[in-house]
C-alpha cells in the first residue's frame, strides 16, 4: 500500500511540475462543456431566402410579408434579370422563392397558385427541414386567406420544391467532405507536433540551437517532411471517401487543389507550432486534439451550418482552417460553383498558415538566443 501510495505521489508530484499539463488538463474539459452546449444547435433559423416576384400584386406581397414574419427565413429581393441559380451559385441564399406571373390572378379565379421553391440541398438535413417549412408556411398563408382548398380539392395555394445540387438529399454527399477535412486536420498536426515536441522533452533540441543551421531551415525541413506524409494521408483518404461517400466533382477540381496543398501547409504548420511551443508530448497530444481536432470538429460546418452556432463564439470559426476546406470539398463534390464561389477559402487558407509558420519561426528564434 505504501508503495501505491508512494508512486501516486511521485506522479503527482511530476504532473504538478508541469503548469502547461494542469492548465490544459483542468482546461480543455471546460472548454469541451462549453462548445458541446453552446455550440451544437440543430434548429434551423434565419436561413438567406431570395425572391423574385415576376406578379407585382398585393397578394404576392402579402405571400413575401409572410415569408419574413418566419424566424426561419432572412427574405430579401433578387433582380428580375438575374438566373435564380446564380444567388445559389454564389451562396448568397440557401432558398430562391419564384413567385410566377398571374400568381393572383390564378389564385382569384379558384385556380391553384404555385411558388416555386428552389432549395440549396448540399445540406441535406437542412433542406428537408426547409421543404418542411416551405410547405407549413404556404398552407398557413392559404389559411389565412380563407381558402384551404380550390374547386378541386387541391391547395388553392402550393409551394412547388426543387432540390438543386443534391437532389436526393443523399446525407452521405453532405457528411463526406466534411468528414474528408476533419480527419486530415488531426493526424499532421500530430504528427509534427509529436516529433518535434520529443526533441525538446529529450533535449536534443540544444544541439540544433549551438548548431549553424538557422532557425527557418529547421522548421522547414520538419514541414517539408511532414508535408509529405500528409500529402499521401490526403491521397489515400481521397480514394477511400470517393466510393465511400459516393463522391464525384461536380465542377472546377483546381480550387480543390490548390485548396488542399494549403490545407495540408496549415495544418503541418499548426503542428510545427504546436511542437516548438510545446516541449512535452503529452501536453501536445492534448493541445492538437483540443484545439485543432475539437474546433474542426465542432466549428467548421462539419456537422451543421456554421450560421447556426451563437454568434457569441461563431467568430471563433473563421481561424479554424478546416471551414474553408469543408467549403472546397463540398463546393467540388457536390456544388460545382468554382473559383467565382469559393476564392475566399483559399487566401484564408494561405493566411492562417502563414501566421502559425511566423508563429513557430519567432518562437525558435527566441529559444536560440537564450541558448
Known amino acids: 500500500m505504501k508503495r501505491i501510495i508512494a508512486q501516486a505521489r511521485k506522479e503527482l508530484t511530476q504532473i504538478f511540475r508541469d503548469r502547461l499539463t494542469v492548465a490544459l488538463a483542468l482546461v ?7 462548445l458541446l452546449g453552446t455550440a451544437l444547435s440543430f434548429s434551423v433559423k434565419g436561413i438567406a431566402v431570395v425572391v423574385q416576384d415576376f406578379d407585382q400584386t398585393p397578394l404576392s406581397r402579402r405571400y413575401i410579408d409572410a415569408l419574413n414574419a418566419s424566424l426561419t427565413f432572412r427574405v430579401a429581393p433578387l433582380s428580375l434579370e438575374q438566373r435564380p441559380d ?61 381558402a384551404t382548398n380550390g374547386p378541386s380539392g387541391k391547395p388553392a395555394i402550393k409551394a412547388e420544391t426543387r432540390m438543386w445540387y443534391n437532389p436526393g438529399a443523399s446525407s452521405r454527399k453532405f457528411i463526406g467532405p466534411g468528414a474528408f477535412a476533419v480527419v486530415l486536420a488531426l493526424f499532421p498536426p500530430l504528427l509534427a507536433a509529436l516529433a518535434i515536441s520529443r526533441e525538446g522533452e529529450q533535449e536534443t533540441i540544444l544541439q540544433v540551437y549551438v548548431s549553424s543551421i538557422s532557425a527557418h531551415e529547421f522548421l522547414l525541413g520538419k514541414a517539408a517532411a511532414f508535408f509529405v506524409i500528409a500529402l499521401a494521408e490526403w491521397a489515400l483518404a481521397l480514394m477511400v471517401a470517393v466510393p465511400l461517400f459516393d463522391l464525384k466533382i461536380a465542377g472546377d477540381p483546381t480550387p480543390l487543389l490548390v485548396g488542399a496543398v494549403l490545407y495540408l501547409f496549415c495544418n503541418v504548420s499548426f503542428g510545427v507550432m504546436v511542437g516548438v511551443s510545446i516541449p512535452n508530448q503529452a501536453a501536445a497530444i492534448q493541445a492538437v486534439a483540443g484545439v485543432q481536432f475539437l474546433l474542426s470538429f465542432l466549428l467548421s460546418g462539419f456537422i451543421f451550418p456554421v450560421s447556426n452556432i451563437p454568434a457569441g463564439i461563431r ?26 464561389a469559393v476564392w475566399e477559402a483559399p487566401l484564408m487558407l494561405a493566411l492562417i498558415g502563414s501566421f502559425f509558420f511566423l508563429k513557430a519561426w519567432r518562437k525558435m528564434r527566441q529559444m536560440q538566443v537564450e541558448a
Open 28 to 34: 480543455l474539459p471546460l472548454i469541451l462543456l462549453a
Open 315 to 340: 467568430w471563433i470559426s473563421t481561424f479554424v482552417p478546416a471551414r474553408y476546406f469543408i467549403e472546397l470539398s463540398r463546393d467540388a463534390f457536390v456544388r460545382g460553383g468554382g473559383w467565382p
Open 86 to 146: 446564380e444567388a445559389l451559385m454564389a451562396e448568397r441564399a440557401r432558398v430562391v422563392v419564384v413567385i410566377p406571373e398571374n400568381f393572383e390572378r390564378d389564385f382569384l379565379r379558384g385556380r391553384r397558385a404555385e411558388a416555386q421553391w428552389l432549395i440549396d440541398a448540399v445540406d441535406a438535413n437542412t433542406a428537408n427541414n426547409m421543404r418542411g417549412q416551405a410547405a407549413a408556411l404556404t398552407s398557413a398563408f392559404a389559411a389565412q386567406l380563407g
